[in-house]
C-alpha cells in the first residue's frame, strides 16, 4: 500500500512522442483567451490557470498537425506558463560560469508573445543538481563555502536575467523544492530534511543540506529576496495538499520559517494524485474533497500565498469519469478562496506528460478533450469564490 501513493520518479518520464513545426507566430497575435477557456474563465475572477510546457514539444518540427494542436491549444487555454525542465539548476547551470538558459528563454519570449505569465520552477532542488558541482566538491575543488558563494551567483543571475529582459513575467519562483522527505507519506519514517549526501540521483540525498548546511533553504530565500525584492518567492512541495504525516512536516517547516523571518511569500501544492486515493484508508491519511479544502484553508491561514502547481491525477483505463470530478473537487477546494492565486496543472495532454502511461492530464494524445477538461471548465463556471 505504502508504494501506491509514493511520488512517481524518474522510472516514469515520459518519452515525448516528436511533435511537429511549432512556429510561435502560427497563432497569429491575439491571443486573448475565448470566455469558454480554462484562462479565460480563471481571469474573469482574478485568477491564473496554468500548465507546464516543455520546449521540445512547443517548438519541434516533425510533426507539424500535432504541435499545431499543442500550440493552439497552449495559446487558448492557459493564462500562465511553467517550463517543466528547462529553468531546472542542472539543466542551466552548464560548468561554473555557463548558464545555458535558451530553451528557457524561447519559453519566455513565447509566454510575452501570448500574452501569458510565467512561474519559474525552481532555483534549488535535491534532483537537479550540476554534475560537474558534485564532481568537483567531491574532487576537493570547492570548499562548502565556495559552493554557497556559486550558489548564491546562480540564483542572483538566473533571476536578475528574468527581470532585467522579461520584466513582469515571472509571476511566482519556486525558490526551494522538495526539501522534506522521504517522498512516501505512508512509510513509518519521520519526515524532515532529506538526509545529506552526494548520492542525491538514487537516494533522495540532499547535497546542498551537504554543503550549504542544515538552514540551506534559509539561505536560498535570502540570496532570492536579495537578487529581486519584489519576486514571488515560493516554496514548493508534493504531498502538502491532504492530511498526511509528511505534509504535516512540510506544514511545521514552512510556518517555522515565516515565523524565523525567512523571505518566503508562498507555498506550492504540487498535487501528483492519483483516482486510487480515493479508495486509500490508512492511518494519519485524510484523502477527500473536504480534507483537501480544509488543508488549503490552512495554509491560506499561514498568510502565505497558495498556488497549486503540478497538479495531474493519474488513472486506470475505464476511470475518466472519477478522474474528472476529482479534478473538479480539487479545483472547488482551491482556486476559488481568496489567498489562491494560480491552479498550475503538469501539462495538459496525455502526449506530453512525465506521466503518460497513466493517462493523468484532461485533453487525450490527439489533444482532444477528456471528460476532466469539460469537469473544470463546468468548476469555473459555478465559481463558489470566498
Ligand atoms: C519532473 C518532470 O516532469 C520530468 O520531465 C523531469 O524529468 C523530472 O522532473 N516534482 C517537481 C517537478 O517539482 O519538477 C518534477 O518534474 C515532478 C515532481
Redesign the pocket.
Same mark, same amino acid.
Given at each position: 500500500m505504502g508504494s501506491k501513493i509514493a511520488?512517481v520518479v524518474a522510472s516514469l518520464?515520459?518519452s515525448l512522442l516528436p511533435l511537429g513545426c511549432a512556429d510561435s507566430g502560427s497563432v497569429g497575435q491575439d491571443p486573448s483567451p475565448m470566455p469558454a477557456s480554462l484562462a479565460g474563465l480563471a481571469e474573469a475572477h482574478g485568477r491564473r490557470f496554468g500548465t507546464a510546457v516543455v520546449h521540445d514539444a512547443l517548438f519541434d518540427t516533425t510533426q507539424p498537425e500535432l504541435a499545431r494542436r499543442y500550440t493552439t491549444t497552449l495559446a487558448r487555454e492557459f493564462n500562465l506558463l511553467v517550463p /517543466? #525542465?528547462e529553468l531546472?539548476m542542472a539543466n542551466v547551470w552548464t560548468a561554473e560560469s555557463t548558464l545555458d538558459l535558451r530553451k528557457a528563454d524561447r519559453i519566455a519570449a513565447w509566454a510575452v508573445a501570448h500574452n501569458v505569465k510565467m512561474r519559474a520552477? #525552481?532555483l534549488v532542488w535535491y534532483r537537479s543538481v550540476p554534475p560537474w558541482l558534485v564532481a568537483g566538491y567531491r574532487r576537493g575543488d570547492y570548499s562548502r563555502e565556495q559552493v554557497a558563494a556559486l550558489v548564491q551567483w546562480y540564483i542572483s543571475r538566473v533571476m536578475t536575467h528574468y527581470k532585467a529582459s522579461y520584466p513582469g513575467l515571472v509571476v511566482a519562483w519556486d525558490v526551494v &523544492? /522538495?526539501a522534506i522527505g522521504p517522498n512516501d507519506p505512508t512509510t513509518s519514517d519521520t519526515f524532515g530534511l532529506r538526509p545529506v549526501g552526494t548520492d542525491f540521483q538514487d537516494s533522495g540525498a540532499d547535497f546542498w543540506r551537504l554543503t550549504l548546511g542544515d538552514d540551506y533553504v534559509e539561505k536560498a530565500f535570502h540570496w532570492a529576496r536579495a537578487a529581486d525584492p519584489d519576486a514571488h518567492l515560493f516554496y &514548493?512541495d508534493?504531498h502538502a495538499e491532504f492530511p498526511n504525516p509528511k505534509g504535516e512536516a512540510i506544514y511545521t517547516f514552512v510556518t517555522a520559517l515565516k515565523a524565523a523571518g525567512t523571505p518566503i511569500d508562498g507555498i506550492g501544492l504540487?498535487c501528483?494524485l492519483d483516482v486510487s486515493y480515493l479508495d486509500m484508508s490508512l492511518p494519519g491519511i485524510v484523502f477527500t474533497p473536504e480534507a483537501i479544502s480544509a488543508t488549503v484553508d490552512r495554509w491560506i491561514r499561514t498568510g502565505l500565498e497558495v498556488q497549486v502547481t /503540478?497538479a495531474d491525477i493519474s488513472m486506470k483505463v475505464g476511470q475518466d469519469d472519477r478522474q474528472a470530478k476529482l479534478y473538479a473537487d480539487l479545483l472547488r477546494a482551491s482556486l476559488p478562496k481568496a489567498g489562491v492565486t494560480a491552479f498550475t496543472t503538469?501539462g495538459f495532454t496525455d502526449l506530453v506528460s512525465?506521466r503518460a502511461a497513466s493517462t493523468p492530464l484532461y485533453f487525450d494524445r490527439d489533444i482532444a478533450p477528456k471528460p476532466a477538461y469539460h469537469a473544470l471548465l463546468e468548476a469555473l463556471r459555478t465559481w463558489d469564490g470566498k
Open positions: 511520488i518520464l515520459v /517543466e #525542465s531546472k520552477h #525552481s &523544492n /522538495e &514548493n508534493d504540487e501528483h /503540478e503538469w512525465w
